[in-house]
């Protein structure tokens, strides 16, 4: 299975700073790749698809860019509701699919 | 609007089978995939595995083939989630997820989560 390992696993930030998270795949996976936010005791949240593609009713302060194995989640602004938990998952279809294992971003 | 409501929390004995179902509404059911996602207490997502509602295909994570089995009824917009000889790190909140997109997958619609409980 493709492993995807994220960076940082934890940041500390506070509202209105610019915040970036990184995914990175163990082989090239073109820009089959999502990210997800999770709040405590809620399911995730689909906020980017296909590496860069912003999901309807997202913030615009969110984006995604990357490609191959290489990704990044920024937050340009950090909201009070964005502090939560962050996933990026791999959507080969032709493969089984992973998550990274999880940032979670954190109120300084 | 696109709504998945699964079925209620589980204790089990080690060994035992567990059922989920999920089911499905606000659109054509057969129209995208269902995916299974799990997550232990205090650690992070794992991908179960994929099944198409237009014909049944499935994909299972390799670390669960064998004892997990997917399936769906057309006939009521339901999806299960079957998972055999559990054990206590079975123990976790089970999500269902429609699996939309054509080229690029996503999973934009999502469950509420079924605890199941693994226990002697």
């Known amino acids: 299975d493709i492993q995807m390992t994220q960076s940082p696993s934890s940041v500390s930030a506070s509202v209105g700073d610019r915040v970036t998270i990184t995914c990175r795949a163990s082989?090239?996976?073109?820009?089959?790749l999502a990210w997800y936010q999770q709040k405590p005791g809620k399911a995730p949240k689909l906020l980017i698809y296909?590496?860069?593609s912003l999901q309807s009713g997202v913030p615009s302060r969110f984006s995604g860019s990357g490609s191959g194995t290489d990704f990044t989640l920024t937050i340009s602004s950090l909201q009070p509701e964005d502090f939560a938990t962050y996933y990026c998952?791999?959507?080969?279809?032709?493969?089984?699919?992973?998550f990274g294992q999880g940032t979670k971003l954190e109120i300084k | 609007q696109v709504q998945l409501v699964q079925s209620g929390a589980e204790v089990k004995k080690p060994g035992a089978s567990v059922k989920v179902s999920c089911k499905a509404s606000g659109y054509t059911f057969t129209s995208y995939g269902i995916s299974w996602v799990r997550q232990a207490p205090g650690q992070g997502l794992e991908w179960m595995g994929w099944i198409s509602a237009y014909n049944g295909n499935t994909n299972y994570a390799q670390k669960l083939q064998g004892r997990v089995t997917m399936t769906t009824d057309t006939s009521t917009s339901t999806a299960y989630m079957e998972l055999r000889s559990l054990r206590s790190d079975d123990t976790a909140v089970y999500y269902c997820?429609?699996?939309?997109?054509?080229?690029?997958?996503?999973?934009?619609?999502w469950g509420k989560g079924t605890t199941v409980t693994v226990s002697s």
């Open positions: 997820a429609v699996v939309r997109g054509v080229i690029y997958y996503y999973m934009d619609v």
């Open positions: 082989q090239g996976i073109s820009s089959w």
């Open positions: 296909a590496a860069s």
């Open positions: 998952q791999q959507a080969n279809s032709f493969l089984p699919w992973t």
